[in-house]
Structures are given as structure tokens and as C-alpha cells.
């Protein structure tokens, strides 16, 4: 009785030495099936795939270095001087292009309005000369050709339309001038087609589309790429928001808009605009339309009035007079005058479009053929 026990236990024991080996080899099998097809097991620091023509793994670190070396010596300081001594303000700006004599940097019209001379400082901090080629307020951009033996290296473009919404994004500049040159700053695309309202002049309000961004964002930065993790540039850096209560907003014109006005800037060509023909003022400027002999009905916040009519332009031959208030443009909401721009400069010199406005309390439209602006 007691053999057959041993026996028992013998057969037991082998039984379970086998199925635990089998236990063990297929964890191991397991396993390298994860590692091969890139299944995050929880145990690394960064993302892993899997290259199927290879079965080799690569690992991420989420580092940006990479991008931004690609990208760091085509972005340069840019000094804009006043009677071609005194340096007046500083920004950013990044070479996009080359031919066989020059190469040419993008950056803000902001950056360089005013200015006698521009010169720009390279990532090795030689300091060059640059020529202004063209340059327009309403799109805050302007085109700086230079030598091409002055040029180190030019950046990729990317684009911002196939960018989403929480991808890494970075920045290369000069915030606060010529101590901090150079400065990489990064964050993420917060947001796209925001529409923010700026001022031109101190009765010119603008809407500019633009990308959003957490990266940090300073005077100085203005001009500079923002780029996507690939080093690739999908927007212009051009404001940010500043108040007291506001961190890390700030906003970048993008890359398919600034590349689509390219060519007329490097040729020094003027932007042509539509115009209606009319003065203007928002509803809410009561004081100016009061002076103007306007008054509105209290109920009437949003939209824009006609103070006067252009002689010989599209509004002279519509159906518009003084006092009216316009609503729309070809069905767009036009709230504010520099909304009913933002709109209006959508379309051509030539095109017809709709106009829809509002006169002693009643919803009416007119045809308006648009003529060129002129200031």
C-alpha cells in the first residue's frame, strides 16, 4: 500500500513538472508576440509599434530634438531699425525658400512696419543684411529676401488643414529680443479656425482665422514658425491673447493662407481688395453715429450701419442708403465691422454678392457688384 503511494506521488510530481513548463513557455511565447506586434504593456515610458516588414520594434521617447534641429538654423532674429541706427523692435522669422541668388525669409508685417533697415541674426550670430520685398497689414505678413550664402538651412512646410487637434506643436524665436534668441517653446494645437478679432488702426478692426496654441508665446516671438512634430511649419506665429487672467493663448496665421499670398509679397505686389463703397460704423458706436445723425432703435445691437455712400462704387448703384444696417454678407452674419471685412474679403474685385440690411425695422436685400478698394 505504501508503494503504490509513492508511486502516486512520483506520477503527480511529473505531471506537474510538465504542465508548468508549458505553463512557462507559453507566458514566454506570449510575451514576444506583444513586443513584436507593439502592444503597450504598461512597463514602458513611451509608445511602441511595430514596422510589419521587419517585425522591429521602435520606440518613441516623445522627444522633439530631433524636429527641432531639423528646423533650428533656418529660423533667425529679426531687427527692425529706426533712420538705420536704432534698433526699434525685434521678432522672428524663418527662411521657406531658395533659387540660385537668394533666399527668403516669412514673418510678420507687424515685425518690420516702419522700419529703415531689417537685418536679420542667424543661429551662429552673424548678423545680415535683408531687403524688405513686400509686406501687407491685413494678413500680418511680409517677405525678407536675402543672399543665398548668408542662408544656413530652410525649414520643411507642412500643413495645418491635416493637423488635428492635441498634436505636439513647437516654436523657434526670439521672445524679449536678443538675449533670448532661439528659444524653443512647446505645447500642443489647442485650437483651429479660431476667429479673433484684432485692431489695425485705431479705427480699422480686422478678423484673422488662426490656429491656437498652449506653447509659450512672447513679444519677440512674433514672425517665428510653428511647427509640427515632424519640424514641419503649420503656421506663422502673429498674437497672443494678454491680460491678467490669460496664460499660454497664443494664435498662429496658417501655413495654406500665408503660402496662397506668397507670391505677390516676393514680387512687392499690392494685395487688391473688394470694397462696397460705403463708410461704416459698428451699432454699438452710438457717440460717432449720434454725430453722424444716426439713431437706432434700442433693440438693434449687432451689425454694422452705412454712415455714407461712396460715389461711383458697387453700394451707389444699390438699393442702400445712410442708416441702414446691414446683417449679412451672401447669408454670413456680419455683427461688426470687422466681421462684415472678414467676409467681404473673401470674394474678388467684380464679384456681385448679397447684401442684407435692415431699415425701419424691416429685412431687405441688394446686389452689390464689388469695386476695388482704395484708400
Known sequence: MKDKKNISLVIYLFVAFILGGLVMYAIALNTSVFEKVGVNTGTSSGSSTCRACSGTVIVNDGSLSASVEKAYDAVMMVRNYKNDTTVQSTGSGFVYKSDDKYAYLMTNHHVIDGASKVTLIRSDDKEIDGKVLGSDQYLDLAVVRIDKKDMIDKVAIGTSEKSKLGDPVFTIGSPLGYE????????????????????????????????????????????????????????????????????????????????????????????????????????????????????????????????????????????????????????????????????????????????????????????????????
Do not use: C
Request: glycine share 10%; no cysteine; charged share 25%.
Open 180 to 375: 533670448y534668441r532661439g528659444t524653443v517653446t512647446d505645447g500642443i494645437l489647442s485650437g483651429k479656425d479660431r476667429l479673433v478679432t484684432v485692431t489695425i488702426s485705431s479705427d480699422n478692426d480686422w478678423v484673422m482665422k488662426v490656429l491656437q496654441t498652449n506653447a509659450a508665446v512672447n513679444p519677440g516671438n512674433s514672425g517665428g514658425p510653428l511647427l509640427n512634430a515632424q519640424g514641419e511649419v503649420i503656421g506663422i506665429i502673429s498674437l497672443k491673447l494678454v491680460e491678467t487672467e490669460v496664460e499660454n493663448m497664443g494664435f498662429a496665421i496658417p501655413i495654406e493662407y500665408a503660402m496662397s499670398h506668397i507670391e505677390s509679397l516676393e514680387k512687392g505686389q499690392a494685395i487688391v481688395r473688394p470694397m462696397l463703397g460705403i463708410s461704416m460704423l459698428n451699432t454699438t458706436d452710438t457717440y460717432s453715429l449720434y454725430r453722424s445723425g444716426i439713431m437706432l432703435d434700442q433693440d438693434i445691437t449687432e451689425g454694422v450701419v452705412v454712415v455714407e455712400i461712396t460715389k461711383d462704387s458697387g453700394a451707389s448703384k444699390s438699393d442702400l442708403k445712410k442708416g441702414d444696417v446691414i446683417t449679412k454678407l451672401n447669408g454670413e452674419k456680419t455683427d461688426s465691422v470687422a466681421y462684415l471685412r472678414y467676409e467681404l474679403y473673401k470674394y474678388n474685385v467684380g464679384d456681385t454678392i448679397t447684401i442684407t440690411y435692415l431699415r425701419d425695422g424691416k429685412e431687405q436685400t441688394t446686389k452689390i457688384k464689388l469695386t476695388e478698394y482704395k484708400d
